[in-house]
């Protein structure tokens, strides 16, 4: 297996976030260079498929998060329904069932204080299509920390509220199509 993640890649999205994510997370080589760490709002009842979904898709393996995880670059994880997924020093997978923020559980917010908190500038926060305000609070912790924002143009998304609160909140956040974002992610490769 790759070696302990120093990088972190974190992405949000909710409604039309399964398209979103499919037109970006299949074009990443088996070699990135860093964790991809991803919440997609699912109803809580039932389970999710987006591991699923995307493995067979995807160069890097796709892996539902575990508490405790090790987080390792070349790998995308993503948040099982009704938990939090929280970035831990280690890094590490931190799942918790603290009450939902922004009416979400698994919450932007709540994954991208954490990986800002862990990784710094080393981390790059995006935004995807969803209906609800989740991930603006989160975008702005990872500016905080120096890190990367970048967010879906919200004329493109199937819903363009979680987008346009993020670009609200978070100063500095480049506003790119789903082609732009996949540019930058490669881009970020080479540093």
Excluded at 111 to 120: D, M, Q, S, Y
Excluded at 126 to 131: D, E, P
Aim: charged share 15%; glycine share 8%.
């Amino acid at each position: 297996m790759n070696a302990p993640a120093s990088r972190a890649v974190v992405i949000g999205a909710s409604a039309g976030g399964v398209s979103a994510l499919g037109a970006l997370l299949p074009h990443l080589p088996a070699d990135f260079p860093a964790v991809v760490l991803v919440v997609l709002h699912v109803p809580p009842e039932r389970p999710s498929l987006l591991a699923r979904i995307l493995a067979p898709r995807c160069a890097m393996p796709v892996l539902e998060a575990e508490d405790k995880m090790p987080l390792v670059a070349g790998t995308i994880v993503v948040a099982p329904p009704d938990y939090h997924l929280q970035v831990d020093t280690g890094p590490a997978v931190a799942l918790s069932v603290d009450p939902p923020v922004s009416w979400s559980r698994p919450s932007v917010d709540v994954l991208f204080e954490t990986a800002a908190a862990v990784f710094g500038p080393d981390l790059t926060g995006i935004v995807l299509t969803g209906a609800s305000d989740d991930g603006a609070a989160g975008l702005a912790a990872v500016v905080a920390a120096g890190g990367q924002a970048l967010v879906q143009d919200p004329a493109e998304a199937e819903a363009a509220t979680m987008p346009a609160a993020a670009l609200a909140r978070a100063a500095g956040a480049r506003v790119l199509p789903l082609s732009g974002l996949l540019a930058a992610l490669l881009d970020t490769r080479a540093r």
